[in-house]
């Protein structure tokens, strides 16, 4: 039994665009144009599974077909170029009912996929962690069980009118000679599918209190978040490598980056944040797969403070910036800190630069003004990691004198890898040292209770702080 129609490499895809006559979702967009940049990304999204895209073909209409999206008279003009293309898969940048879906392969004779089942195949194959291939699986299974259907001898289906239950009960009406054992083996695969379905949900919830345990042990250093969200292509991989000194696959292809990548970073005020790289969203994303990537989502969902990063560089980038923000409504973080962050300007000519620097300083009165950046060349990364620490919430720098055992050696490791130590000696069983800490890290450790005789005065904040287990 199979879960996804894969797509080969270099299999020759034809796309099919529809777009609507209704008011545009984005006002000033001309009727259509919507459709057009969604049938383009399904160009990219097709390449980043691995298809050849032979042509493409674009619609406008009133409104949908029920029985096969577009119209008879479109889909014979669809048979003819996939004929004409040599194309094996025609793909609809649109959700496609079963029944649809049905009509649509018995009159092109092709397979016949929507986007929601290619971006369902692109997961399958960039998904690495354990939970994400489970996550995927169970929408590839979800996906598939309405959409088993009973045709051909291969399921055995029942025949004639009056036919009757499994066995052909109440059939007497019926042909002679076409009453099979009935669905048999519709039923056996669904039901083959639910079984599946409830063993991957049991085994999901084992993967998620595991990493609940890991995020709980991450959480005993208490280090600031930093999540990068934006929409997919906006360069946020690249960004998190200038920033992490990772290496991070960097791809043009859509969701080359699925499983969350976490690294830690110095700022300028000393302290260290932990900086996650998530998967790029996109427009109609099906509701199925925002759980396949939780293990992204969540790290969203714990940070401190959001980068939302833009493609300044696409004409598009406000309508693009809307999808992200009614995901972000979904994921509940709407009033979590956030940086907007405008990438690649290298990529901008001088007039549409001059004009973005006057834009960003004429909104600079009100909100924050975002940070112009380039993850490729490195340019305003300063001015962005300056703006992360202002936004993250105080945590201030603290100077100890400490004299601490050599047995505290997970303490003594913490304010290394945490802090910056000055100075350090080893006197017989203890170490003095001068360090500068985040208070955070101080209290949590309880330093106080190692503090040397003639700590500097820049301590004095620190001594007021209530110490807590």
């Known amino acids: 039994m199979k879960t996804q129609h894969k797509i080969s490499s270099a299999e020759r ?8 006559k209704r008011a545009p979702r984005f006002p000033g967009m001309p009727a259509g144009e919507q459709g057009r940049d969604s049938l383009a ?37 669809i048979r003819a170029a996939a004929n004409a293309y040599s194309a094996a898969l025609i793909i609809f940048d649109s959700d496609l009912s079963p029944v649809q879906q049905r009509n649509i392969e018995e009159i092109t004779e092709r397979r016949v996929i929507d986007r929601t089942q290619l971006i369902l195949d692109i997961f399958a194959r960039h998904a690495r962690s354990r939970e994400g291939q489970l996550q995927v699986e169970l929408a590839q299974l979800n996906y598939l069980l309405p959409r088993l259907t009973g045709r051909g001898a ?16 109440g059939g007497g009406g019926g042909r002679i000679g076409v009453r099979g054992p009935g669905e048999k083996k519709l039923e056996t695969d669904r039901r083959r599918i639910r079984d599946r379905v409830h063993k991957i949900e049991v085994s999901i919830d084992d993967v998620r209190k595991q990493r609940a345990l890991r995020r ?26 200038a920033l992490s000194q990772a290496e991070v696959l960097v791809s043009s292809r859509m969701f080359a980056t699925l499983d969350p990548t976490i690294r830690a970073i110095r700022l300028p005020s000393n302290r260290r944040v932990l900086v996650s790289d998530t998967v ?3 427009r109609q994303l099906p509701k199925g797969l925002i759980k396949a990537f939780r293990a992204t989502l969540e790290e969203v969902q714990e940070a401190a403070l959001l980068l939302q990063v833009s493609d300044i560089s696409n004409p598009h980038h406000d309508e693009l910036e809307e999808e992200v923000e009614k995901i972000l409504d979904d994921l509940g973080v709407k009033e979590t800190p956030r940086l ?39 340019e305003g990364l300063d001015e962005l990691l300056r703006r992360i620490d202002a936004a993250l919430p105080l945590d201030p720098i603290v100077k100890l004198t400490l004299h601490m055992p050599l047995s505290e050696g997970r303490s ?16 017989d069983s203890h170490m003095d040292m001068e360090a500068e800490v985040p208070q955070s890290i101080a209290t949590r450790l309880k330093l106080s209770a190692f503090t040397a005789a003639g700590t500097s005065g820049t301590s004095s904040a ?7 287990n």
């Open 13 to 20: 895809v034809l796309l099919v665009g529809v777009g609507w």
């Open 41 to 77: 990304e399904l160009v990219e999204l097709t390449e980043s599974a691995g298809g050849e895209v032979a042509g493409t073909l674009f619609q406008i209409r009133d409104s949908a077909d029920p029985a096969t999206l577009v119209g008879r008279g479109k889909l014979e003009e």
């Open 154 to 169: 291969q399921m055995s289906r029942q025949g004639g009118k009056g036919a009757g239950g499994a066995g052909g009960a």
């Open 216 to 241: 709980e042990a991450r959480n005993a250093v208490p280090l600031g978040t930093v999540a990068l969200v934006g929409y997919t292509n906006a360069g946020k991989s690249t960004l998190f490598n």
């Open 280 to 282: 790029g969203f996109i």
């Open 340 to 378: 907007r962050v405008y990438n690649k300007v290298d990529q901008l000519d001088a007039e549409r630069r001059h004009n973005l620097e006057a834009a960003c300083r004429r909104n600079g009165g009100g909100e924050e003004p975002p940070v112009l950046v380039s993850g490729l060349t490195g």
């Open 412 to 427: 003594l490791a913490l304010i290394h890898a945490l802090g910056r130590v000055l100075h350090s000696q080893v006197n």
């Open 462 to 468: 620190y001594h007021g702080v209530r110490e807590v």
